[in-house]
């Protein structure tokens, strides 16, 4: 990244406006020189065409010779914030560089720098470098949205001293900036809960359903009567608790809606291959780095999965198998900067089975919890979460407002908890609503009792 490239013509040399402007004096000379049939207005005429061509001859053949370098800081950006650009440019000539335009290219989604002059450079040093040949710029690059965006090459614009021809010249090679996509703080009293004895227990033995409990111990001041061994207690004749070795791997499940299937099926919809981000897709994108964020700071393992294809990572082979702390909230950032927008349709697909999206390969005990972002699914993806049910507890939806209302009747059918979310502004609100009491509906009286935080147990 830090190498200097070689220069390279990006357009062919142009008059400027002053340029072109002597031009058509000079072509007006010439006409009122034949008609008058004067030579002295024929050698003014001939002056303001040729000097325009000469400039422009000139510029052609000036090849800088440059060496550019370009520094993100930081490297990794969040969506609506910026990152600081440093450039470092240093000329290869023997001869000295000066009356040049610099800026930078970027992607028409961002905000850069305007034009700006260019430092005067001296020689190339190689014997005893001062640091003359040598100048640093920088600027502020916005970024509103997320994604992966090429920055440069630079653009150096070059005039002759007459300012009547230009041209420009790109120099070095475009390199990458990454935006992740914004993540909102969630309710940390629901992580700070996990941390004493209640979900970060309860999901431990709900995954690893074989952990032994290794000793009783005696009843201390302050331990949690649920904790109580009470055939240890009828042994021993005093009250004794259980002393547990918890595991630290518990795991969750986020499944995002990526193909956007049920837009295919409604005349007026947006289509695949439409200009400009969507803006219910990203943030479904930032309501599942939200979720994912908060779960690995308080110790989860974190599998991220496509809704049309439940066992593929969102973004790479190597996501399907899970982030985990240390750096796994950067890895997960970076793959859900690079994920492409809506794609995929549905078409020519089949009904899902349980054994399809391995929900019988779970048992009841094994049950991990389960959070899906959903932007605007079909009836084959939402069939595809209900075969996923049985081998996910809690199950909390994230619905977008495209999500038709068949389609959240279908998953509340099947003891999905639908939580709506219209915009960023309402995930933090979304998350806590998720802890609060659904009252039971005729169609649903079986599991809605109480907090669906993972792993929170109903018994007292």
Not at 326 to 349: I, T
Request: with cysteine; glycine share 10%; aromatic share 6%.
């Amino acid at each position: 990244m830090w190498r200097p490239r070689s220069t390279r013509i990006a357009t062919w040399p142009r008059l400027t406006r002053r340029g072109a402007t002597l031009v058509i004096v000079g072509v007006l000379l010439l006409a009122v020189s034949l008609w008058f049939d004067s030579r002295d207005v024929l050698v003014l005429a001939f002056v303001g065409i040729a000097m325009p061509a000469v400039a422009a001859l000139f510029v052609g053949l000036r090849k800088p010779s440059l060496g550019v370098t370009r520094r993100f800081a930081p490297p990794v950006v969040e969506a609506g914030t910026s990152t600081r650009v440093a450039l470092v440019i240093k000329n290869r000539s023997r001869r000295t560089f000066d009356g040049a335009h610099w800026r930078d290219r970027v992607p028409s989604t961002l905000t850069a720098a305007p034009e700006a002059i260019l430092p005067a450079m001296g020689p190339y040093e190689s014997m005893l470098p001062s640091g003359d040949d040598t100048v640093r710029v920088e600027y502020r690059l916005r970024t509103p949205r997320r994604g992966v965006y090429p920055i440069g090459p630079l653009r150096v614009g070059v005039a002759d001293p007459f300012g009547l021809a230009r041209v420009d010249r790109d120099i070095g090679v475009a390199h990458e900036v990454l935006v992740t996509p914004r993540v909102t703080p969630l309710d940390t009293a629901l992580g700070s809960a996990a941390s004493v004895d209640g979900v970060l227990n309860g999901l431990q033995l709900r995954t690893h359903p074989n952990s032994d409990e290794l000793i009783a111990r005696e009843y201390r001041y302050g331990d949690p009567l649920r904790r109580v061994n009470w055939a240890a207690t009828a042994r021993r004749g005093e009250l004794m608790v259980r002393e547990e070795e918890q595991r630290g791997d518990p795991e969750a499940r986020i499944i995002l809606d990526t193909t956007l299937a049920g837009r295919a099926k409604q005349p007026g919809r947006r289509r695949d291959g439409d200009e400009g981000p969507h803006f219910g897709f990203e943030l479904g994108v930032e309501v599942a780095a939200s979720i994912g964020m908060h779960l690995l700071e308080h110790g989860y393992r974190v599998r991220c999965d496509r809704l049309d294809d439940p066992e593929r990572g969102l973004a790479s082979g190597e996501s399907g198998a899970g982030y985990r702390m240390p750096g796994g909230d950067r890895l997960m950032l970076e793959d859900l900067a690079r994920l492409d927008g809506p794609n995929g349709s549905a078409s020519a697909r089949t009904a899902p089975s349980a054994r399809e999206h391995g929900a019988g390969s779970r048992g009841r005990d094994a049950r991990m919890p389960g959070f899906a972002v959903l932007v605007d699914p079909d009836e084959h993806d939402a069939r595809s979460l209900v075969a996923l049910r049985s081998s996910i507890e809690p199950a909390v939806a994230f619905a977008t407002e495209a999500v038709a209302p068949g389609i959240v009747d279908l998953l509340e059918k099947a003891d999905w908890r639908v939580v709506r979310v219209r915009r960023a502004a309402e995930i933090a609100a979304a998350w806590s609503g998720t802890t609060r009491v659904q009252p039971a509906t005729p169609r649903n009286t079986a599991a809605r009792r109480g907090p669906v935080e993972p792993g929170v147990s109903d018994a007292p």
